[in-house]
């Protein structure tokens, strides 16, 4: 679950940079960035749960 | 956004004479938040921490921070440069040991690295290997830090997000709120996931036992003599940074005591309502979450807007303590992950909200993409930061098992590491006496 977690918060940070690098649009640009975010915090609460008794 | 090199007047200097106060604070409050039997180990664990990060900071780490507008490795991305890490001589051979800009950069992070360095290793007290933390430290100190500090203070990809795409003055960061404070939280986070809770700390059912800090003064000392060690952080910082005028030192001060004292005030506030009494130790952590965001937004916004991001913090402080040692489970004795990690992303957050810079509104600037920068910064702080450090740490673990073992758990750490505890002539309780 923590691998799990990494995994999504890494893939979260690549759409985030994608997102600055290949879009113009800052509003296309703006949306996939919070989408990036929102796979980080995925990722974030996969990496809690096995913390959580 | 990077401010032009050059020479620095010598009080940029006698600003950073005060920063280890920063640090002795810091060393002393976490030590108040432990317990007696491992306060001997936690003290000589952050001097030694401390010590090593600047040994460390100035062999390699310097070097793969730099400074901007300097040599560095860059690669091309959508046909826009990426300046990804520095690649300055080791051992501090390319600095002229003048009144430089560079000079002062380096020179006031030898202490900034130490401050970083003390946050995990309050998250680990009572747990944590002499040994172990000396290896992270060295971890965090020679790569971790340098590394973030390259993108955002030396010239790197981040804080030229509004050169290469518009994105209001690319990432900011005049206190070191990300790279000093988000940097070592996330650090304590991946530590205490790799050791686990205190002993006795949750139940088998998981109920969490409350384990108060031994000496409460400290805690509040502490706060006290961090203050002056801030307000001299985030001058220099904003200074050498961000290039704030001279001029504008006493709003970054001012700003910097509002945003302590409005979120102590907050915590006071919020734990009186949720525990009928002020919690004490709950308002120190939520004073340093203060400091930490006014490190991300001193030199920007205006005193009522200090306030407010200060109440915020302390807020945030309170209610993510309970939340994090209550529903999941994650003990962190000194506080860090809330009062450094979290405060600090708000603070990030908050700058990127509320940006205000009168020196740029007379060129037309408006700070538009400015929040998406910032929210850049942040993603990539949870991001990639947070994965590296704890893979280094797993890692390590690996090689070097970071937790003490059963005995330490009983004996605590100033007998089991140390042969001898804080405290001799007092013997608290029975538990934590062994004939020698």
Known sequence: MKLAGMLLLLAGWVVVISAVVLLASPLSRGLFVFSGFGVEMLGLVLAFRKEAL | MNPPAGLVPPTYFILIFLVPLAVAGLAIMNTGLGRTRSAAHFMLSSLSSV???ACVYVLWGFSWE???GQVAHIVFLGGRPWDWIATDPFLWHGLAFDNSRVTASAFLQVFTVGLAALIPLASGADRWRLTSSLISTALLAGWIYPLFAHWVWGGGWLSELGTNYGLGIGF???GGASTIHVVGGLSALSVVWILGPRFGKYSTEGVS???PGYNIVYVLLGCGLMLPGWIALNAAGSLLFVGTPAGQIALVAVNTFLCASAGCLAALAT????FSKPDASLCGNAWVGGLVTSSAIAPFVTPGVAILTGLVAGVIVVLSVEFLEMRLSIDYPGGAISSHGLAGIWGLLASGIFLHLPRLASTGFHPRGQFLAQVVGIATLLGFVLPMTF???????????????R???LLGMDLRELGGGAYPEFV???DEYTQR
């Not at chain 2, 734990?271 to 949720?274: F, I, L």
């Not at chain 2, 893979?391 to 073992?405: A, E, K, P, S, T």
Request: aromatic residues 6%.
């Open chain 2, 51 to 53: 010590a090593l990060a």
């Open chain 2, 66 to 68: 730099g400074v901007s």
């Open chain 2, 172 to 174: 900011v960061d005049a």
């Open chain 2, 209 to 211: 036992a409350a384990i």
């Open chain 2, 271 to 274: 734990t009186g309502v949720r």
């Open chain 2, 391 to 405: 893979g280094l740490n797993w890692i390590l673990n690996r090689f070097h098992v970071q937790r003490v073992d």
């Open chain 2, 407 to 409: 005995q330490g758990d």
């Open chain 2, 428 to 430: 608290v309780r029975s």
